[in-house]
T-cell receptor, first 116, second 116 residues
Framework: DTGVSQNPRHKITKRGQNVTFRCDPI?????LYWYRQTLGQGPEFLTY????????KSRLLSDRFSAERPKGSFSTLEIQRTEQGDSAMYLC??????????????FGSGTRLTVV | AQKITQTQPGMFVQEKEAVTLDCTYD???????LFWYKQPSSGEMIFLIY??????QNATEGRYSLNFQKARKSANLVISASQLGDSAMYFC?????????????FGQGTILTVHP
């Protein structure tokens, strides 16, 4: 395993188009998180999966956003009818279950979305 | 209410000197975890150091140490012997609870610039 992989690294899209991002976590990590980071700010939590179950969604995740994690492996984040305010870095992270000595999260390099 | 506060938007340090990056937090949980991450311009979030709320000793990882003052709810990062490669954005983050649920809340970040 080489870490958390996110594709694409960059995406430029026209306002109103749909986009989909993919995250491949570390294989033994059953937890997966999506964050959004706007320029000059810290990442903000969007949603969280344990295996294939989506256990929490932030209020930031409007109806235009949907995330899936079929079979508890990779995850996709789709944004429908993109708006300029969606321009941000979308970060994916994965982690082991709780009660491990190391409560570490491994982040991917992110997908930078620009809506024009 | 802001749960993680980083009051220093930017910090400058001379190469080989030590620097302290401030972080205060707010939580009503007795069990929580505090993290520091480094984010270079390339965008990936690099884990630096972790402090559990019940850990009595301050965490250390190489040149990084965490000055944990529980009563003051502060978790400052100390970088000793700064290097040019330390120039980056630094984020303090908190996970509330016992680790059974892993959402991280991030601060606004501090940009560190190391001068030769």
């Amino acid at each position: 395993d080489t870490g958390v992989s996110q594709n694409p690294r960059h995406k430029i899209t026209k306002r109103g188009q749909n986009v989909t991002f993919r995250c491949d976590p570390i294989s033994e990590h059953n937890r997966l998180y999506w964050y959004r980071q706007t320029l000059g700010q810290g990442p903000e939590f969007l949603t969280y999966f344990q295996n294939e179950a989506q256990l929490e969604k932030s209020r930031l995740l409007s109806d235009r956003f949907s995330a899936e994690r079929p079979k508890g492996s990779f995850s996709t984040l789709e944004i429908q009818r993109t708006e300029q305010g969606d321009s941000a870095m979308y970060l994916c992270a994965s982690s082991l279950p709780t009660l491990t000595p190391y409560y570490g999260y491994t982040f991917g390099s992110g997908t930078r979305l620009t809506v024009v | 209410a802001q749960k993680i506060t980083q009051t220093q938007p930017g910090m400058f340090v001379q190469e080989k000197e030590a620097v302290t990056l401030d972080c205060t937090y707010d939580t009503s949980d007795q069990s929580y975890g505090l993290f520091w991450y480094k984010q270079p311009s390339s965008g990936e979030m690099i884990f630096l150091i972790y402090q559990g709320s019940y850990d009595e000793q301050n965490a250390t990882e190489g040149r990084y140490s965490l000055n944990f003052q529980k009563a003051r709810k502060s978790a400052n990062l100390v970088i000793s012997a700064s290097q040019l490669g330390d120039s980056a954005m630094y984020f303090c983050a908190m996970r509330e609870g016992d680790g059974s649920y892993g959402k991280l809340t991030f601060g606004q970040g501090t940009i560190l610039t190391v001068h030769p």
